[in-house]
């Protein structure tokens, strides 16, 4: 069973740029999560997706930050514009159901420096 | 202040000794998850604990959850180099379905 795949592995822009993230689950999976990690902290939950339904997204800063699944498969998170406290390890995560008690499996993550 | 404590933060062991890492909290938690990071990359799944009390073990690493289900301990035996990363703990409290994270602990193996 393929993994949960992410691109680009890494991307560095400046300030005030734009740029998209893109994700694809574990095939069957409906539930697929969106983190922010800065370094030396735990993972943020920034969007949580149920099929193509959004289920939380109360921590996404949507002023700049928006993301969409579309046909409930892969997904696509955007920043625009980036600022400087940005920088981070951005993870995608699906779990089967998005049940307590369902693990979440995780793809290697992009990581983003804003200059 | 944070919901789930890991401690220590950073630990450095020689190879071919044990360690224990703890994640606890002042809430119940409802499924507890430890996962592996190697630095900057994804999370790799170890194991989940859902009952007070239970044990599990993969290879040399051990996990245990308390009986009263606030906190958490992952053993490893015998350290190798492979081992080496960040380990979190992430857990279900009370009835919000949000995964909540502790901050990590790095280890490093000193050969």
């Known amino acids: 069973e393929a993994g949960v795949a992410q691109s680009p592995r890494y991307k560095i822009i400046e300030k005030r740029q734009s740029v998209a993230f893109w994700c694809n689950p574990i095939?069957?999976?409906?539930?697929l999560y969106w983190y922010q990690q800065i370094l030396g902290q735990g993972p943020k939950l920034l969007i949580q997706?149920?099929?193509?339904?959004?289920?939380?997204d109360s921590q996404l800063p949507k002023d700049r930050f928006s993301a969409e699944r579309l046909k409930g498969v892969d997904s696509t998170l955007k920043i625009q514009p980036a600022k400087l406290e940005d920088s981070a390890v951005y993870l995608c995560?699906?779990?089967?159901?998005?049940?307590?008690?369902?693990?979440?499996?995780f793809g290697p993550g992009t990581r983003l420096t804003v200059l | 202040s944070q919901e789930l404590e890991q401690s220590p933060q950073s630990l450095i062991v020689q190879e071919g000794k044990n360690l224990t890492i703890n994640c606890t909290s002042s809430?119940?938690?409802?499924?507890l998850y430890w996962y592996k990071q190697k630095y900057g990359e994804g999370l790799i799944f170890l194991m989940m604990?859902?009952?007070g009390g239970e044990e599990k073990s993969h290879e040399k690493i051990t996990a245990k959850l308390d009986e009263k289900k606030q906190q958490s301990s992952l053993h490893i035996t015998a350290s190798q180099p492979s081992h080496a990363g960040i380990y979190l703990c992430?857990?279900?409290?009370?009835?919000?379905?949000?995964?909540?994270w502790g901050a990590g602990t790095k280890l490093i193996i000193k050969p």
């Open positions: 992430g857990a279900y409290m009370d009835s919000n379905y949000q995964l909540i």
């Open positions: 095939s069957g999976h409906a539930t």
């Open positions: 604990l859902q009952k």
């Open positions: 997706f149920q099929n193509n339904g959004v289920v939380d």
């Open positions: 809430k119940t938690l409802y499924g």
């Open positions: 995560a699906s779990s089967r159901t998005g049940a307590p008690g369902d693990t979440q499996y």
